[in-house]
C-alpha cells in the first residue's frame, strides 16, 4: 500500500500564493508520474499539472505560468507552488502517484487532499 499525505492548503488572497506538499509512502516502486488535481465545489476533478521523475512537467492551462510542480525522487514528495491566486483556483487540490510493476501494470493512489481557497 502507499500513502500519500497533502499539507499547505489555506486560505489566500487573490494574487496570494501557496505551496501544497504531497509525501509519498509505503510500498514505492517504479513511479512513473505524480500529479495534482483539483476539485472545486459542484465541479469535476480536474487535471492541474504532472511531473516525471527525470522532471519532465505538463500543466493545464488554467494554471500555466502561474503554478510550479517539482519533486524531489529521494524523498517521494512532490509540491506545487501557486502563485498569482484567482477566486476560480478554489478547490480541493489532491495528490495522486501512478507506479508500474514489471508486468505494466499501473498502481493508482490518490491523497485525500487539502482546501485551497482563495477569497478577499
Known amino acids: 500500500q502507499v500513502q500519500l499525505v497533502e499539507s499547505g492548503g489555506g486560505l489566500v488572497l487573490p494574487g496570494g500564493s501557496l505551496r501544497l506538499s504531497c509525501a509519498a509512502s509505503g510500498s514505492i516502486f517504479n513511479i512513473d508520474h505524480m500529479a495534482w488535481y483539483r476539485q472545486a465545489p459542484g465541479k469535476q476533478r480536474e487535471y492541474v499539472a504532472t511531473i516525471s521523475p527525470a522532471g519532465t512537467t505538463n500543466y493545464a492551462d488554467s494554471v500555466k505560468v502561474r503554478f510550479a510542480i517539482y519533486t524531489d525522487n529521494a524523498k517521494n514528495t512532490v509540491w506545487l507552488q501557486m502563485n498569482s491566486l484567482k477566486p476560480e483556483d478554489t478547490a480541493v487540490y489532491y495528490c495522486?502517484?501512478?507506479?508500474?510493476?514489471?508486468?505494466?501494470?499501473?498502481?493508482?493512489?490518490w491523497g485525500e487532499g487539502t482546501q485551497v481557497t482563495v477569497s478577499a
Open positions: 495522486e502517484i501512478i507506479m508500474y510493476d514489471t508486468k505494466k501494470i499501473p498502481y493508482d493512489y
